[in-house]
């Protein structure tokens, strides 16, 4: 059996949030270092809503000096696959 790790989107995007807020970075801040035309994704990232490409993953990690690891969130229950 194989247990699949689940991210918990709201969890990370509070973490995504306070690793932001660590750097004394605003949410203007990244919509800049990502040239995004608005705020939308991050907001989004923020709340749970969505998550950040694994390109924008590794961008985080290098703006906050983090591992990837260290922005995502694991949720503790696990679905377990079983191989057939």
């Known amino acids: 059996m194989?247990?699949?790790p689940?991210?918990?989107?709201?969890a990370t995007g509070k973490n995504i949030e306070n690793l932001r807020k660590q750097r004394e970075l605003s949410v203007k801040d990244l919509q800049d270092i990502?040239?995004?035309?608005?705020?939308?994704?991050?907001y989004k990232w923020q709340r749970g809503i969505a998550m950040?490409?694994?390109d924008n993953l590794v961008v985080l990690a290098a703006i906050f000096q983090v591992q990837i690891d260290d922005?995502?969130?694991?949720?503790d229950s696990h679905h377990i696959f079983q191989s057939a």
């Open 71 to 75: 922005i995502l969130v694991l949720d």
């Open 6 to 10: 689940i991210i918990n989107m709201i």
């Open 52 to 54: 950040p490409t694994i």
């Open 2 to 4: 194989f247990q699949m």
């Open 34 to 42: 990502f040239d995004f035309s608005t705020p939308n994704a991050i």
